[in-house]
Nanobody, 123 residues
């Protein structure tokens, strides 16, 4: 099993940058695709970004493309989300997620979730 713990976020100003981290337990971190979801108040949870096990394939939601960068360090079992040019619409609880790599899974569901970390962008 993989356990995920997010850190970072907090209260930032419009236009600021911040970085989220997700530390994973287990020795098979590189066999998991990783990603970030977020849920804003009153809105549905949405995928923000994802990265393949080796880090070669990434995905970004249109709303964050060009502002957010996802990365991972498999030697440290850690994934990151660098968030730049933050605006009020980025205010949300951000969740770290994981699922087995494409050649290891039978469905596309994200099977592991962190507890979430709050990011509040204030003007």
């Amino acid at each position: 099993q993989l356990q995920l713990v997010e850190s970072g976020g907090g209260l930032v100003q419009v236009g600021d940058s911040t970085r989220l981290s997700c530390a994973a337990s287990g020795r098979t971190f590189s066999l998991y695709d990783m990603g970030w979801f977020r849920q804003a108040p009153g809105k549905e949870r949405e995928v923000v970004s994802s990265i393949s096990g080796a880090g070669h394939v990434t995905y970004y939601a249109d709303s964050v493309k060009g502002r957010f960068t996802i990365s991972r360090d498999n030697a440290k079992n850690t994934m990151y989300l660098q968030m730049n040019s933050l605006n009020s619409e980025d205010t949300a609880v951000y969740y770290c997620v994981a699922r087995p790599a494409v050649h290891l899974r039978t469905n596309p569901d994200w099977t592991h979730w962190g507890q979430g970390t709050q990011v509040t962008v204030s003007s």
